[in-house]
């Protein structure tokens, strides 16, 4: 499963950007079927899950965006939205979306990573 992640920029604290996720052309048929994560890598930490939505548009967020960050998706047109408002600086991070499976009890994603998209917010 091949995902392309864009949108990423540099912005001021309080700024907001707004990050799309594309699904490769061949697997257009399923989409709708797959639940997808966006997640984010700081220099130094290990990958996080920010925000996740299942085909049925649930939707879970990370305590540390709750509240400002809000996960979308268009099955049409085969895209995951992250709107991501009242940037701050510890939100810089490479961004990255991935399709994802309930394994155990951990959502766990299965798909090949992508090169992400550059999120930088200056204080």
């Known amino acids: 499963v091949q995902l392309q992640a864009s949108g990423g920029g540099s912005v001021q604290a309080g700024g907001s950007l707004r990050l799309s996720c594309a699904f490769s052309r061949s697997i257009t048929s399923v989409f709708s079927a797959y639940a997808v994560g966006w997640y984010r890598q700081a220099p130094g930490n290990q990958r996080e899950l920010v925000a996740r939505i299942t085909s049925s548009f649930d939707t879970n967020y990370a305590d540390s965006v709750k509240g400002r960050f809000t996960i979308s998706r268009d099955n049409s047109r085969k895209t995951v939205k992250l709107q991501m408002n009242s940037l701050k600086p510890e939100d810089t991070a490479i961004y990255y979306c991935?399709?994802?499976?309930?394994?155990?009890?951990?959502?766990?994603?299965?798909?090949?990573w992508g090169q992400g998209t550059q999120v930088t917010v200056s204080s």
């Open positions: 991935n399709p994802i499976k309930m394994v155990g009890s951990t959502w766990t994603p299965f798909g090949a």
